[in-house]
């Protein structure tokens, strides 16, 4: 044994100091050891220094952060936080390959009671529709952890149930991903305020088993809650909350049950409200703050009644509005629309506006028809931004047939508008076409008072073609309208 450890020295000081006979790196303070060994991101790496010598035998038992990739035995993770000697583990971020929840029980407690920090863990496991209802209904149990801060779970709808009792008292931010709930203790019952004592950002999101959702915090300020499958009720409570958003959980629910959503948030700021809505059901109360709303994509034309429905539930949140500061809003076109009815006439009103970020997906099809009328319903407007968006597969030079129905009401190029409000207007992402050109010089006579434009353009646009798209519009342009963009001169 002791020619063995005389012969590490004599190769590592190789490695360290250029062939002399001192170990320089062993020399090295606890601390900068500790750094070199946080640089490895791997747990089981770090462990392997012990092989070193003395110095390093347990000196990974000191890092504040610990990494497990998949792979590692449920048992060996237990092992190594049952001999972590660290005052404080800051982080720790697991990730598992189709765990199941006894292994997973093997080791969380542990990681509760020795945890003051971050717990990211990561299941990688992503089953079917069939598969995710036929898995064993077996769930491992979160325990309370007491003084961490931050929770992550992507467990690939492996089954989770909740401890009953416990306070998370320093909990702040939690995250749950794919999860799939079981048991009697109800999520909103632990992370309201009698035991999520300082929880500020909870996000849930593809969530199974949750139909009764009722949260009642003081101090959370961030929720969102995305693509909760089976979502009957919903109930938020939370006077400091400053930011919601809700997508996708009441309109692809699959019960015969009409869901019911209450919210009081008074200081709300930004709400994502991008699912069904109807005021007979979904009761936001004051939201006198509110300052930047975003809703479900609004369909142009449609072919049945699933596109009028979702647009009737855009319209009606809308309607819950006198004034909005920042809307955030798009129009979606289908590809094919020549048996499609046009919807924008729908739309008979809309709120105060004072920032509309419009968004546009043309699929190759003119939208000045769309947007005229859309700006027709918010002449007060005082900063626009449309943005094109363009899937890959339908890039923004594409351009709809000969004959097409999307420009047959040409009232946009003949009607007059005054937008006399309407001072800054950013154009994002465009494809320098005889159809935007003709737009842009229609907006440009629209408003009277605009003192700044701003145009970029898709990466598929070539760089002589944005600049005389640019020179084009600085001849529409008057004096007085600043024109900014890589492309003018």
Known sequence: MERRDAEIPTKRSNLSDGGGSEDRLSALPDDLLLQILLKLVDTAVAARTSVLSSRWRRLWTLLPKLWFYPGTEPLAIRAALESHEAAALRDLDI????????????????AARRLPGHLKLVNIFEPDESDGQAREIVAFQLPCFQNATSIHLQLGYLGMALHPLGVFARLTDLNLISVQLYGSCMLGEAVSSPRCLSLQSLTVYGARGLGNFTVQSESLKRLTLRNVHGLEQLTVIAPALLSLSVICCFHSTTTMNQPVATISAPQLLSLIWVDAYDRRFTQLGKMENLQRLSTYPFFVYGHNDSHKVVNSYTMKLLSHF???QTLNFKLLYPLEITNH??????????????????????KGHSFGTSLFHLLSMCTGVRKLTITLDCKTSHPVQTVC???????????WKTEELTLNCLKRVNLSNWGATDHEAALVKRLLEWATVLKTMTVTFDCSVAGSKAKEFCQMLQIFSRPEISMRGPYFV
């Open 401 to 411: 047939s000969a004959g097409c129905v999307c420009d047959q009401t040409p009232n």
């Open 95 to 110: 990730t598992l390959l189709d765990a199941t929840p006894e292994s997973v029980a093997g080791w969380l407690p542990i």
């Open 341 to 362: 009815e046009y919807l924008m006439g729908d739309i008979t009103r809309l709120p105060n506006i004072v920032v509309m970020n419009l968004h546009i997906e043309p």
């Open 322 to 324: 006198k004034l909005i």
